[in-house]
Structure formats: C-alpha cells, structure tokens
C-alpha cells in the first residue's frame, strides 16, 4: 500500500504532456467513456502502435488526472514493439470516494523521449451505500453498567435520505426504542451510547436498523447478564480480619469488600487482609455481583492476670469478657531470662522464676486467636537463710506475695561467731565478683535471649543500660512463615530471619516467630 501511495503521488506530480505526442509513437484508449462507482477499479484498454522504423522496448505507461478522488498506476511494457506493430494492453486506476460526474483523464505511453497522449472519460455514478454497527460486550457480571455503541456510516458519495432506529429488549420486554427520519452527508458517522445502569440478571438483545436510499439494514448482537456462584468465609486469625471469596474454580478478584468503613478490593486469590490492634466487633460488607453480605467479627483480645505464689508467678489468661482461654503461649521475660509455657484448660500457666529470675517480669500471651496480651510484675528476691543463737538455720516464712510486695530481710543476730565472720566475708567477695560480672554486661554489652517453643522462635534483645543500640542487627538462620517484632524492622529474606531495631539504654524488644 505504501508503494502505490508513493506511485500515486509521484505520478500526480509528472509534468502535463502535449496532446501533438511523437510521430514515432501512438496510444490509443480502446474505450473512451468507462463508467464507475465510488470504491470501484476502473480496466482502461488501450493498444500502442510503432510509427517508427526502430524496434521500440520498454514502454511506460500511465494515467493523470484530478489530484483528488482517483487512485493511479503505472505499468511498463516490456514487450519489443517492431516497427508498425501494435500491442494491446490495460492499465487500472482506483476509483475514491468522490462525488457522482465525468471526469477527463489522460492515458500517456512513454519510450525514452518519445511519447503518445490519449484523453479518456470516466462517468462516476450515484452510489448509496453504509453500514451499520453495534458494539457490546457478550458477557457482564451483575452489579456493573453496560455501555452500548450503535453506529450508522456513510460510504455513499451523496447525501443518503432515509430513517434509522433501535432497539433494546431483555427476554422479550423493549427496554429502549427510537426511530426517526434523517440524512447522512459523505462520509457521515451517526452514533449514539447508551449506558444501562447495571441492569438485572437476563438476556437482552440490541436491534440497530436504517433504510437509506431504498436500502434495509440490519445489525442484531446479544449480551447476557449473569451472577456468579460465589461462597466467601470471613474470619480473624494473627492480628488480622482475613476475608476470602471463591467459586467452583478458585478464589475470586476485584469483589468489593468493606471492613470498618475501608474498601478493598479481593487480590488475585480473591482475598483481601485487614490488620487490627483494638478488640471490637468488626463489620465486614461483601459486594457478591450485585448481592450484598453484612456479616460481623468479634475480635477479642487476651488479659493477663499474674500473681506470685510460693516462689512461682501464676498467670491466669482470660478473654475480654472474662472467659478462661486455654492453649495460650505464655512468655515470662526477666533479667536472667525467658520461661515460657501454655495455659491449661482452665487458662492458667505457671512461670519459673528460677529461669526468669527476680525482678521487673514481663509476662506476654499469644494466640493466633486473639489481640496479644501484657503485664508487667516486680518480684522481690527471698532473703538468704539466717542461723539462729540455738544453731539451727531458719527460713523465712512463706507466704503469697500480691503484687510489687517486697520480702523484708529478718533482723540481724547479735551473736556472731569468728566462724561466720569468716562465711560471711566469703560471701561478699563472691557476691562482688558476680555484681561486677553482671554488672558488665547489664552497663555495658547487649543482652540476647533466645527461645524456641513447639512451633514458635522468640527472641528478646535488651539494650545495655550505659549506651543506645543504634542499627543493631540480628540475623538468624530459622525457617519461618511469618514474623513479628515489638519494635524495629523484622523480616524474612533468603531463608533467614533479620532483625534491624534501635534501642534506648536499658530498653527492651521482642520478636516471634511462626516456623515453617
């Protein structure tokens, strides 16, 4: 096609040519008058005589004419042509899109510098033609518009006279109707969109017609309008609202879900997550192809009740309405360590404070169940054994210790002898070592715990009480799905779990992890 535009162009612009031609070469139109439609290709015979005494070869021959509304050619003629021969041939041009009258061309025959002319007539009749068109999808979900295209174009090179209409029927009742009298100019496009708001559940049909210059057409397309089978489950797991929609073939996308006044739309795998820290009744609204769902989660969230007993700390684990919940993960942090444990039945968990040791506790339940719960105890360390006058070493009586109560030390005897000066100056040497030793890594270097339980890694990082921790990292190779950090940057990368944070001194983070 780009060649023939090129040819087109190149022949438009060749230079006008006499009529008087050459004495040793003439063209002749076999038939001067041919009739033509606009969209039509015209055959133009015509037959070239040698008037010389010299074989002729390679003879060119083409057509000029109006600048506009004709396509040309050219067409060699390859043929020798001996002297007072004659060759017969035809050449074709295009007829465009142009108005209905006669129109002289002229037909020429060039070989080397010399040439022949001959005029011709093309008659371009009346032509009454156009299409129609309607574009609409075949198939829409329930809930969404659909928007109809109806187009009527002229190809006629006159102005087409006539009437046009449509119509829109869902299973047999018209929903839309139009008709009326008009006209297309050339090259007229009629259009008209129509957006039904999203219609009901059926079949419907679109009928466009026209009748233009004694010509009946017309174009019917159908589309449906259908429901899906859609199942969703809605439910709260690991500080999360979880909402999912599915079919016979898979979780469905882009179903409109709304939770606590937030929209979203279902991923690929038609879900959708929502992250929650407050206990409430969520309201979750699903937008299933037009049929809307209200369904409600109750999230609740753990309390945790300690209480120190006869050298342990027992932490009973309720819900928000005050319901025992067993099963729970318990984590007791304390300045030796980590103990952890699980809630029985009657949601109570006793923590080791010989592996915690004394002092400020911070008593942790999880559930991928429930929000997590928190507290915080301060248990005083019992007073070592005294001996009294009779020799007879003496215990401190036991008793329940309420919470953030401090055992008080019994009053010093008056009589000591030279051998427990001697155990006692002992005791306070080693006491100094250990305090300093302590002290060292309290003062000065960060403090790693770390714990694995069933299927749960924990981790506790505390600051050195001299110094921030800036950019500190933990890297640890542990298989895990999932990760969470009290503060800080947790992830998951290349099979490995890393954990960036800064503390203040003395601060403390945690981290668990669900393991693959």
């Given at each position: 096609?780009?060649?023939?535009?090129?040819?087109?162009?190149?022949?438009?612009h060749?230079?006008?040519?006499?009529?008087?031609?050459?004495?040793?070469l003439?063209?002749?139109?076999?038939?001067?008058?041919?009739p033509?439609?606009?969209?039509?290709?015209v055959?133009?015979?015509?037959s070239?005589?040698?008037?010389?005494?010299?074989?002729?070869?390679?003879?060119?021959?083409?057509?000029?004419?109006?600048?506009?509304g004709?396509?040309?050619?050219?067409?060699?003629?390859?043929t020798?042509?001996?002297p007072?021969?004659?060759?017969n041939d035809?050449?074709?041009?295009?007829?465009?899109?142009?108005?209905?009258?006669?129109?002289?061309?002229?037909?020429?025959?060039?070989?080397?510098?010399?040439?022949?002319t001959?005029?011709?007539?093309?008659?371009?009749?009346?032509?009454?033609d156009?299409?129609?068109?309607?574009?609409?999808?075949?198939?829409?979900?329930?809930?969404?518009?659909?928007v109809?295209?109806?187009?009527?174009?002229?190809?006629?090179?006159?102005?087409?006279?006539?009437?046009?209409?449509?119509?829109?029927?869902?299973?047999?009742?018209?929903?839309?109707?139009?008709?009326?009298?008009?006209?297309?100019n050339?090259g007229?496009?009629?259009?008209?969109?129509i957006?039904?708001?999203?219609?009901?559940?059926?079949?419907?049909?679109?009928?466009l017609?026209?009748?233009?210059?004694?010509?009946?057409?017309?174009?019917?397309?159908?589309?449906?309008?259908?429901?899906?089978?859609?199942?969703?489950?809605?439910y709260?797991?690991?500080?999360a609202?979880?909402v999912?929609?599915?079919?016979?073939?898979?979780?469905?996308?882009?179903i409109?879900?709304?939770?606590?006044?937030?929209?979203?739309?279902?991923?690929?795998?038609?879900?959708?997550?929502?992250?929650?820290?407050?206990?409430?009744v969520?309201?979750?609204?699903?937008?299933?192809?037009?049929?809307?769902?209200?369904t409600?989660?109750?999230?609740?969230?753990l309390?945790?009740?300690p209480?120190?007993?006869?050298?342990?700390?027992?932490?009973?684990?309720?819900?928000?309405?005050?319901?025992?919940?067993?099963?729970?993960?318990v984590v007791?942090?304390?300045?030796?360590g980590?103990?952890?444990?699980?809630?029985?039945?009657?949601?109570?968990?006793?923590?080791?404070?010989?592996?915690?040791?004394?002092?400020?506790?911070?008593?942790k339940?999880?559930?991928?169940?429930?929000?997590?719960?928190?507290?915080?105890?301060?248990?005083?360390?019992?007073?070592?054994?005294?001996?009294?006058?009779?020799?007879?070493t003496?215990?401190?009586?036991?008793?329940?210790?309420?919470l953030?109560?401090t055992?008080?030390?019994p009053?010093?005897?008056?009589?000591?002898?030279?051998?427990?000066?001697?155990?006692v100056?002992?005791?306070?040497i080693?006491?100094?070592?250990?305090?300093?030793?302590?002290?060292?890594?309290a003062?000065?270097?960060?403090?790693?715990?770390e714990?694995?339980?069933?299927?749960y890694?924990?981790?506790k990082?505390?600051?050195?009480?001299?110094?921030?921790?800036?950019?500190?990292?933990?890297?640890?190779?542990?298989?895990?799905v999932?990760?969470r950090?009290?503060?800080?940057?947790?992830?998951?990368?290349n099979?490995?779990?890393?954990w960036?944070?800064?503390?203040?001194?003395g601060?403390?983070?945690?981290?668990?992890?669900?393991?693959g």
């Open positions: 096609m780009c060649a023939l535009l090129m040819v087109t162009l190149l022949l438009v060749m230079p006008a040519v006499s009529s008087e031609g050459s004495s040793l003439s063209v002749t139109v076999l038939n001067d008058n041919i033509a439609l606009p969209g039509s290709t055959v133009v015979p015509f070239i005589t040698n008037l010389g005494n010299e074989t002729i070869n390679n003879v060119t021959v083409y057509v000029t004419g109006p600048a506009q004709f396509q040309y050619s050219v067409k060699v003629i390859r020798p042509i001996e007072g021969k004659s060759v035809t050449i074709s041009l295009n007829v465009l899109n142009v108005p209905p009258g006669k129109y002289n061309l002229t037909l020429v025959a060039r070989a080397g510098n010399f040439y022949s001959a005029k011709f007539v093309v008659s371009v009749g009346v032509l009454s156009y299409s129609l068109s309607v574009e609409v999808g075949g198939r829409y979900i329930y809930g969404n518009d659909v109809i295209t109806l187009k009527a174009i002229s190809k006629s090179n006159g102005v087409l006279l006539g009437s046009l209409g449509y119509e829109i029927v869902r299973e047999g009742v018209i929903l839309k109707s139009y008709e009326n009298s008009t006209y297309l050339p007229e496009v009629w259009e008209k969109v957006v039904l708001k999203k219609p009901d559940v059926g079949n419907y049909t679109v009928v017609w026209a009748n233009f210059g004694g010509k009946y057409k017309r174009v019917v397309k159908t589309f449906e309008v259908y429901q899906r089978k859609l199942q969703y489950e809605v709260f797991r690991d500080g609202i979880y999912r929609v599915f079919n016979s073939t898979g979780g469905v996308p882009d409109a879900v709304s939770i606590d006044n937030v929209t979203f739309k279902t991923d690929v795998d038609g879900e959708v997550s929502y992250l929650v820290n407050e206990p409430g969520y309201r979750v609204t699903l937008n299933l192809d037009g049929r809307i769902v209200t409600f989660v109750d999230v609740k969230k309390i945790v009740s209480r120190v007993l006869n050298g342990s700390i027992v932490v009973r684990v309720m819900d928000s309405t005050g319901v025992p919940v067993p099963n729970v993960t007791a942090s304390g300045p030796l980590t103990d952890y444990s699980v809630t029985n039945s009657s949601g109570i968990a006793v923590v080791n404070l010989n592996k915690t040791g004394y002092g400020s506790i911070v008593i339940a999880e559930s991928d169940r429930y929000l997590p719960g928190e507290a915080v105890v301060t248990v005083s360390k019992p007073p070592f054994p005294t001996t009294s006058s009779s020799g007879q003496q215990a401190p009586p036991s008793t329940s210790s309420p953030n109560t055992t008080q030390f009053p010093r005897t008056s009589e000591a002898t030279p051998s427990g000066s001697t155990h100056g002992l005791i306070l080693l006491a100094g070592l250990l305090l300093a030793g302590t002290s060292y890594l003062f000065a270097v960060p403090i790693v715990h714990e694995t339980l069933d299927r890694y924990f981790l990082v505390r600051a050195p009480r001299l110094r921030p921790l800036k950019n500190y990292r933990v890297e640890r190779a542990v298989n895990a999932e990760v950090a009290t503060k800080g940057n947790a992830k998951l990368e099979g490995k779990l890393v960036e944070l800064d503390l203040e001194p601060e403390e983070a945690y981290l668990q992890a669900v393991l």
